[in-house]
C-alpha cells in the first residue's frame, strides 16, 4: 500500500499543471456551476494571494479545493500507512516515528515539484499534508480506542 501511495505521489508531483489539470472535466460534470452563488462569498487566504471564485473563476476554484483535499487525504493515507507498519513499536515512538516519516515524504514531494517545470513548491503543502497524517492517525487510533471500549462495555454486561 505505502509503495502504491508514494509512487502515485512520485507521478502526481512529477506531472506539470496543465498535465494535472482538472478544469474540463470539472465543466463538462459541472456544465450548470452548481451553488456559484454560495461559493462566491468564500475567500480563502492561501500563498501571496486570496483563492475565491471572483478572483480565480468557478472552475479553478473547485480544482483547488480538490487538489488541496488530495493532499490532505493521500498524505494522511501515508502517515496512517507508516503507522500501520510500525505496529509492533510502543505507541508514541509509533506516532512519532509515523508523523517524521510522513514529514520526509511530504517535503520529498515538495521538492520533486520544485524541479518540475510548471509547478509551485509550497510550505503551506507539507503543513496540509501534516495535518492530514494527524488526522487520519488520530482518527484510527480513537475509533480503535473507542471500540475497545465497547468491546469492554458489551463482555461486562453479559457476564
Known sequence: MLVI????LFISSSQTYEEQS??????????????????????????N????VESRGYYKFIEF???????????????????????????????TVSILLTFICACLDEYHQSITGGRTPSFR???LDMAGAFFFIGSYVTVRWLLGKTKKIRKHSFS
Do not use: C
Open 5 to 8: 501511495l508514494l509512487g502515485f
Open 22 to 47: 482538472l478544469i474540463e472535466n470539472l465543466e463538462q460534470w459541472l456544465p450548470d456551476k452548481p451553488m456559484e452563488s454560495s461559493l462566491e462569498s468564500i475567500q480563502v487566504s492561501y500563498g
Open 49 to 52: 494571494g486570496v483563492i475565491s
Open 65 to 95: 479545493f480538490i487538489r488541496k483535499g488530495a493532499h490532505f487525504v493521500l498524505f494522511g493515507l501515508v502517515g496512517l500507512t507508516w503507522f500501520l507498519l510500525l505496529r509492533k513499536w510502543k505507541p508514541v515512538r509509533r506516532f
Open 125 to 127: 503543502d507539507v503543513r
